[in-house]
């Protein structure tokens, strides 16, 4: 028996650790690419906000987007609700929350990563290892608690709300990376295809942790075979189309195989998924997709809470 | 580290018949303590202080804003009580309480206790846990008390006395849980060989009591553990009972009276719950009953109540008895009820309310430790002789405005126990809450309890919500050998 408001937070919990390792990924990648750019081009670090969709708020707090403005806005801000620091907070305290229902090795994972970026050390000479550093622990140590929840919890309700959970947000995670890329790293259509293109589209596989089986795959770098593999492919933990059938499996658990309104959402974006190819995704417009792809994530989101959690929806139910 | 230069004083002592010379049943602890590296205890301390952060049990203080997250100080020293000793005391606890649930139950009927002078009328009337709702109402196998966390101190003889009687919502029990599992790891060898008696099947003795009293005719009754949520202070105590018995932990928005049930709301609708064990005062309970800006409890629950669909843990109206006048009465209760003479003294009290109490009372502030009856905590009470001349002063105002409100007892010289200062022992004094479960037809009592102590050096305050610290605390069988370990 889970309770509506334990399936919300288990949900949201498992939601903001995701989203807190994804934009580690994102700003450790964007280093490490900007490390290598030629000495000549500017250092881009404004695509990284747009990722997350803040870049208003990032804009009238600090201004420029230098590195050290991104850095800290994404990863220290105490009230950027989803600045790394934020995100982690906020699952600590959901998780304090329902102590109950979290088990213990979790919890203390959960409990020290929450406190991991507040508690880090700030100083200035150091504070590119820092954030690089804890970049990497907190990928690691979302992953460990991912081991965990894997290793610990029943296959009830709660571990298919978690599993929910992350799913989405890494489905959702992953359209925006493809979409900054696609539309701010190169807004000069004449470098498609340059070395420079493509240490880009070697940078966002990297960030996926998928580069190297890329490259053993599909050969060398094409921005066709790249959206094959993290928008189509139906075997690889990143990609969309694996994300959103992943999530769909969790939620016919959920119900024991009965459909529902989220369920006809997000299985239908599944099956139209299943039936486009790269090309035609690209010559019908990228962002036209991704910006439905969005909303109809979005869309399966709201459906999860009016089915499950709303209490009026729930009262009414009986 | 050893114990050489502790001083026992003029107290009794836990752990020492005098300095240097261990009692029987703490011999091998002493032992174990003494063979350690040098700053061996030490660690252990440190290590356990730090589980318990990496856990998540801290507690906040009322007062204080978000973001004072402590842990309640743990001492590494265990106090060790003796077997036989100790099934006296259970014996006690277990007379008591059953003869303070045949109370509560008698006030909501036929009242006979008063009927034949034992008590007299105003006992009731006036007590703030009184509820006139309950009257006339019979829970489950006549409990209302089920879980009750009875306080015990030692004066100077080592003689048990009961300080209060915690009817209502009583907490700490799950330290003493963690602070066993803490000093398992600790002191591994010392506790195989010490033959300590186990506290560790606590939350099935809950559980199986719970089940034991749920409404008639449910063969797999649904329980919950009603919280007022995470920013209580008890929240983790809450959050752990529930984890260990299997029971639901659910907040006040969960709940939902739909006209016959309280239902919980979970993914697949509505859930009827049969038994709560609420963690809320009852004034929370039921907004509809008692206070209506009550967000902690939920409409119609006193309904449920009444109609016998839901069983209440402890019973609404069970505050009746938690009552520091109404405790000067448990002795001749025992006696009325089941006949016996009380096993466990009381503290001898005055009650304020007698002018010639009130008088010895005023006269005597200085000497005196003065409760407000129905507070808990240690909230508004006057330990005269740690008082200022003008803290004494105030307090006789309130005294002499609401006599009722108060009672008053003879400062006891609490034993003490040996508790890790810097890099030495020192006695610091102690008292005890031992968990009775109560069922109807029998009690179970934790073995031990949660040895609470006063970690300012002379100080009596052992509540953790002012400065106490807590020891886990063995009840040992046999005397145990000698030899080192």
């Known amino acids: 028996m889970l309770l509506s408001r334990v399936a919300d937070n288990i949900y949201w919990m498992s939601r903001y650790i995701e989203r807190a390792s994804n934009i580690a990924r994102f700003l450790e990648v964007s280093y490490l690419l900007n490390l290598d750019q030629p000495e000549s081009a500017e250092e881009q670090w404004a695509p990284l906000i747009e990722i997350t969709g803040d870049i208003k708020l990032f804009k009238a707090r600090y201004g420029e987007a230098s590195r050290e403005n991104v850095m800290h806005f994404l990863m220290f801000n105490p009230e950027y609700p989803n600045s790394i620091a934020c995100c982690l907070g906020t699952a600590r305290n959901i998780a304090k929350g329902m102590r109950e229902t979290v088990s213990n090795d979790m919890f203390r994972e959960i409990n020290a990563l929450g406190k991991l970026v507040p508690a880090a050390t700030r100083e200035k000479a150091n504070f590119h290892t820092k954030v690089f550093e804890l970049c990497r622990e907190v990928k690691r140590d979302a992953m460990l608690i991912e081991a965990m929840a894997s290793e610990t919890i029943e296959r009830g309700q709660g571990y298919h709300f978690w599993r929910v959970g992350r799913y989405l947000e890494r489905a959702d995670k992953t359209s925006r990376l493809l979409h900054v890329k696609y539309f701010h790293l190169l807004p000069d259509l004449s470098e498609v295809g340059t070395p420079l293109d493509d240490l880009q589209w070697a940078a966002l596989l990297e960030s996926l942790d998928v580069r190297e089986t890329y490259t053993r795959t599909k050969g060398l770098i094409s921005p066709e075979k790249v959206i094959e593999m993290i928008v189509l492919d139906r075997g690889f933990p990143r990609a969309i189309l694996f994300c959103l059938e992943a999530a769909l499996e969790s939620l016919y658990r959920i119900t024991r195989d009965e459909p529902s309104r989220p369920h006809e959402i997000l299985e239908k974006l599944c099956t139209d998924l299943k039936e486009m190819t790269a090309a035609e995704i690209i010559d019908n417009g990228m962002n036209e997709f991704i910006d439905e792809l969005q909303i109809e994530i979005n869309n399966v989101n709201n459906a999860i809470y009016e089915q499950f959690i709303s209490p009026k929806a729930v009262t009414a139910g009986a | ?485």
Request: proline share 6%.
């Open chain 2, 1 to 485: 580290m050893t114990f050489e230069g502790y001083e026992t004083d003029k107290f009794y002592d836990e752990l020492f018949e005098k300095p240097g010379l261990p009692r029987g049943s703490a011999q091998l602890l002493v032992n174990a303590i003494e063979n350690l590296p040098q700053g061996g205890l030490r660690t252990r301390q440190e290590a356990s202080e730090r589980a318990m952060h990496s856990m998540g049990i801290t507690f906040n203080v009322y007062g204080s804003g978000e973001g004072t997250e402590r842990t309640i100080p743990f001492d590494i020293v265990p106090r060790i009580i003796e077997g036989n000793e100790w099934n006296v005391v259970e014996a006690g606890l277990k007379q008591r309480i059953k003869a303070v649930n045949r109370f509560i139950d008698d006030i909501y009927h036929d009242r006979e206790i008063i009927a034949d002078g034992v008590v007299p009328e105003w006992l009731f009337t006036s007590s703030k846990g009184y509820l006139p709702q309950c009257q006339g109402l019979n829970p489950p196998k006549g409990v209302w008390a089920h879980v009750t966390g009875t306080d015990l101190v030692r004066d100077d003889n080592g003689t048990f006395f009961v300080l209060e009687d915690n009817l209502r919502v009583p907490s700490g029990v799950s330290y003493v849980l963690l602070n066993r599992t803490l000093m398992k790891r600790n002191f591994p060898e010392v506790f195989h060989r010490s033959r300590v008696r186990r506290v560790v099947d606590y939350p099935d003795q809950f559980m199986k009591m719970l089940h034991h009293v749920a409404p008639e005719g449910i063969e797999r009754p649904t329980v919950a553990v009603l919280t007022p949520g995470v920013y209580n202070s008890a929240y983790f105590e809450h959050a752990f009972l529930a984890q260990q018995m299997g029971a639901l932990l659910v907040e006040g928005h969960d709940l939902v009276y739909d006209g016959k049930y309280v239902c919980a709301r979970t993914v697949e609708g509505l859930v009827r719950i049969d038994v709560i064990y609420r963690r809320i005062d009852d004034e929370f309970l039921d907004p509809e009953v008692f206070r209506g800006d009550s967000r902690l409890g939920c409409a119609g629950m006193m309904k449920a109540f009444r109609e016998g669909t839901l069983t209440i843990a402890n019973a609404p109206g069970t505050g009746v008895a938690d009552d520091k006048v109404v405790y000067a009465f448990v002795p001749e209760m025992i006696k009325y009820y089941l006949g016996e003479e009380a096993l466990l003294p009381n503290v001898p009290t005055h009650l304020c309310c007698d002018d010639e109490a009130l008088e010895y009372t005023l006269d005597n502030l200085d000497k005196l430790v003065v409760k407000p009856a129905s507070e808990s905590g240690g909230y508004g009470m006057l330990i005269g002789p740690k008082a200022s001349p003008k803290e004494r002063s105030e307090f006789a105002k309130s005294l002499r405005a609401d006599p009722r409100n108060y009672i008053s007892q003879p400062t006891l010289s609490l034993s003490r126990a040996p508790v890790l200062t810097d890099d030495h022992f020192e006695g610091r004094h102690v008292d005890l809450r031992p968990f009775i479960l109560h069922r109807g037809d029998d009690s179970y009592v934790l073995p031990g309890g949660l040895t609470r102590v006063a970690l300012r050096k002379g100080s009596l305050v052992v509540n953790s919500s002012q400065g106490g610290g807590t020891k886990d605390t063995w009840v040992v069988d046999e005397a145990a050998g000698t030899e080192a370990v």
